[in-house]
């Protein structure tokens, strides 16, 4: 056998005896260990979307409050409505 095939199959047999040693050190937390590990990927999610959902509207506000001001200075609305227009959207949130 040469030198490079029994080092890996020595590397093979350490890898496997690594994750029967792991499997063996949880026993009966494995459950409970995957429950916690499928949580905090699903909290992780949440976060991000929660971050995203809140960057979008964010985004969405500063866009009306451009166009509001383009029609102000156009002339086609007065700051009047358009301060009511923005009050109403804030009360609506």
Known sequence: MSPTLASMN???????????????AL?????????????????VIAILFGTLTGVAKTKEQEKTKRELAAYVAEGSMTPADAERILRADKEHD
């Open 10 to 24: 020595l590397c093979q047999t350490l890898a496997q005896d690594d994750a029967s040693a792991i499997i063996n």
């Open 27 to 43: 026993g009966d937390n494995l459950v409970v260990a995957i429950v916690f590990g499928v949580g905090g990927c699903i909290a």
